[in-house]
């Protein structure tokens, strides 16, 4: 399995960012998709995640600012973020999901590095 996360960059406190992953090695439509972030210092925490069924989720902090989508047909998953906040800042993973808020395991890619400045 090979993930390819890209999109992130430096912006301002307020800005916009939008995020894509693809999936490389697993038939894509399969499974649930989420993103996941990792803050200096801190653990990974969930993010977003969206279903075949259209359902999506999302972790406290990020909801009504983040939206997250999926399109089966070119195998990508993306995480658009409005509103950003410094506390945003981290690097972004995506994952299958084994859960509503939980990933798959396994392996994961490189990460998207987001950096918010206030």
């Known amino acids: 399995v090979q993930i390819v996360e890209s999109g992130g960059g430096l912006v301002q406190a307020g800005g916009t960012l939008t995020l894509s992953c693809q999936i490389f090695g697993v038939i894509f439509s399969n499974y649930g998709l989420g993103w996941f972030r990792q803050a200096p210092g801190k653990e990974r925490e969930f993010v977003a995640s969206?279903?075949?069924?259209?359902?999506?989720y999302y972790s406290n902090s990020v909801q009504g600012r983040f939206t997250v989508s999926r399109n089966n047909g070119n195998k990508t998953l993306s995480l658009q973020m409005n509103g950003l906040k410094a506390e945003d800042t981290a690097v972004y993973y995506c994952?299958?999901?084994?859960?509503?808020?939980?990933?798959?395991?396994?392996?994961w890619g490189q990460g998207t590095q987001v950096t918010v400045s206030s």
């Open positions: 969206v279903w075949n069924d259209g359902k999506t």
């Open positions: 994952n299958r999901m084994r859960s509503q808020r939980a990933h798959f395991g396994g392996d």
